[in-house]
Nanobody, 126 residues
């Protein structure tokens, strides 16, 4: 059974940093697109970053470029999302999700992902 478990969310001050983790189990994620999405209170869920685990290619929403970094550890079947210079608008629930094969230009299309984690909460105070 494929399962994704996020962790690392916290309540932090603006300007701080967090590293979120997404641990995959039940499959080898070496041939998948792993996406990170967030849902702010009252907003729709949106894609923030993704990584193709077979190539290491990364993708970012323009709004987070330069502050978010997505990476992988194949030995641990884990994908990370490092967030630097946190802003109050980064507050929300962060989810990871997976779809088979490489990410493409439509990596942010949530309908393409077939397995989702339960989310981890990030709260940023000013």
């Amino acid at each position: 059974q494929v399962q994704l478990v996020e962790s690392g969310g916290d309540s932090v001050q603006a300007g701080g940093s967090l590293r979120l983790s997404c641990a995959a189990s039940g499959y080898s994620f070496s041939h998948y697109c792993m996406g990170w999405f967030r849902q702010a209170p009252g907003n729709e869920r949106e894609g923030v970053a993704a990584i193709s685990t077979i190539t290491g290619a990364t993708y970012y929403d323009d709004s987070v470029k330069g502050r978010f970094t997505v990476s992988q550890d194949n030995a641990k079947n884990t994908v990370y999302l490092e967030i630097n210079n946190l802003k109050p608008e980064d507050t929300g629930m962060y989810y990871c999700a997976t779809q088979y094969w490489v990410c493409g230009s439509s990596w942010y299309d949530q309908a393409a992902y077939d397995t989702w984690g339960q989310g981890t909460q990030v709260t940023v105070s000013s």
